[in-house]
């Protein structure tokens, strides 16, 4: 799931943060809730590990549900997100806050949506790894751990598979975690974030809508 680079460059949290409503139990979570109830498209957004209480996440939430999508941001992390002002033990972090333990607390969260009457639902990750369904992967030339060089060979394994629609793209100068932690005083990494958005948001317009 995380690297060392997920761990730098932390966000400031706000848990009051958005657009949106903060729902205690949203198929067992605190989840961010944002967008219209009625739609039939939604969109689960699952943060990186400084949890759903960074604002930029949030943004990203708001934003997404402008396009016409119910968004949710649940917390896989059970209210211990990495804290960049406490020291931790990176490995039993990890341990704890599992991609497949995600996968199965996701269940009940797409349970709940289409309760809601929802027919169609996407996710986008950060830091969380790949899926067997049409995937788009947004890549930052500067990332030790996921550099372009992987990101091609991810490339080249889904074009070998023409079951999978895939995009792929990597984006310059920008390093692992662009697309969330930003800085909005940086014009150049708000570019490269709201590009990235703008692609994300587009890859659903394809497959949800």
């Not at 949290?13 to 729902?23: T, Y």
């Not at 497949?100 to 269940?107: D, I, P, Q, R, V």
């Not at 550099?147 to 895939?166: G, R």
């Not at 990235?196 to 890859?203: C, E, K, N, P, S």
Request: charged share 25%; glycine share 8%.
């Amino acid at each position: 799931m995380a690297s060392s680079h997920c761990w730098e460059n932390p966000p400031e949290l706000n848990p009051a943060g958005g657009g949106g409503e903060v729902v205690e139990d949203f198929g067992g979570l605190k989840t961010y809730v944002a967008g219209s109830a009625e739609s039939k498209a939604a969109v689960i957004l699952v943060s990186d590990v400084f949890g759903f209480e960074a604002p930029n996440l949030r943004k990203i939430a708001d934003k997404v549900a402008s396009s016409g999508y119910l968004v949710v941001v649940p917390d896989f992390l059970h209210g211990d997100p990495k804290d960049p002002n406490k020291p931790s033990n990176r490995e039993m972090w990890l341990q704890s806050h599992t991609p497949k333990k995600a996968c199965e607390e996701a269940k009940p969260v797409i349970a709940a949506l289409k309760e809601k009457g929802v027919s169609t639902i996407g996710a986008a990750g950060y830091c969380w790894g790949e899926v067997k369904c049409p995937i788009s992967m947004l890549g930052a030339e500067n990332d030790k751990s996921t550099p372009p060089e992987l990101l091609k060979q991810f490339e080249q394994v889904l074009s070998d598979n023409s079951a999978i629609d895939h995009f792929v793209k990597i984006f310059p100068g920008v390093a692992h975690g662009w697309a969330v932690r930003y800085s909005d005083n940086d014009a150049a990494a708000v570019k490269s974030a709201e590009e990235a958005l703008r692609d994300m948001t587009g890859w659903f317009d394809k497959y949800l809508k």
